[in-house]
Structures are given as C-alpha cells and as structure tokens.
Nanobody
Framework: QVKLVESGGRLVQAGGSLRLSCAAS????????LGWFRQSPGKEREFVAA???????YYGDSVRGRFTISRDNAKNTVYLQMNNLEPGETAVYYC??????????????????WGQGTQVTVSS
C-alpha cells in the first residue's frame, strides 16, 4: 500500500508561483509513474502532469511551459513547480501513483493510489 500526502497549497496572486510536494510512504515509488491532477467544484478531475519511472514527463496542454514536474527518488517525493498561475487554476491538487506499465497516464481512473489533496487558490 502506498500513502501519498500533498503539501504546499495556499493562496497566491495571479502571476505568482507555487511548488507543491507529494511525499510517499509505505513503499518506494521509484518504479511508479506519479501524476498530478486538479479538480475545482463542479468540474471533472483534470490531468496536469505525470512523470514516469524512466523520468519522462508529460503535461496537460493548459500548463505546458509553465508547470514542471520532478521527482526525488531518494526522498520518495514528487514535486510540481507552478509558475505564472491564473485565477482559473484555483482547485484542489492531487497526486497519484501507479506501478503499472503502458497505461494512459492522463486518465485519473488508471491510478490506484491518491493523496488527500491540497488547495491552491489563485486570486485575481
């Protein structure tokens, strides 16, 4: 069993930056694909970014070029650096983990392990 705990969410002004962290425990997640998703009220959970066990990274279209996902396997942690935040990006941000291969990393239902989420609020 993998436990994920997100942190770093807070209120930030539009144009600002935040770095979210997601610490894993229970198992080493170095062989896992780790993803970040977000969800705002009344909307479906949206893919933000993923980093494969190989280190390969993928981003949602709306965040590419502004967000960076990274991992520190020694710390069993994945990060999401978010720059130039926009008010429409106010949401609860979740990290997720999957040790499978060849799955659709942008699909929330493919991830068996989830954190509790951290709130990011972007003010205009």
């Amino acid at each position: 069993q993998v436990k994920l705990v997100e942190s770093g969410g807070r209120l930030v002004q539009a144009g600002g930056s935040l770095r979210l962290s997601c610490a894993a425990s229970g198992r080493t997640v170095s062989p896992y694909t780790l993803g970040w998703f977000r969800q705002s009220p009344g909307k479906e959970r949206e893919f933000v970014a993923a980093i494969l066990w190989t280190g390969g990274t993928y981003y949602g279209d709306s965040v590419r070029g502004r967000f960076t996902i990274s991992r520190d396997n020694a710390k069993n942690t994945v990060y999401l650096q978010m720059n130039n935040l926009e008010p429409g990006e106010t949401a609860v941000y979740y990290c997720a983990a999957n040790d499978g291969r060849g799955f659709t990393y942008w699909t929330p239902g493919e991830y068996p392990y989830w954190g509790q989420g951290t709130q990011v609020t972007v003010s205009s």
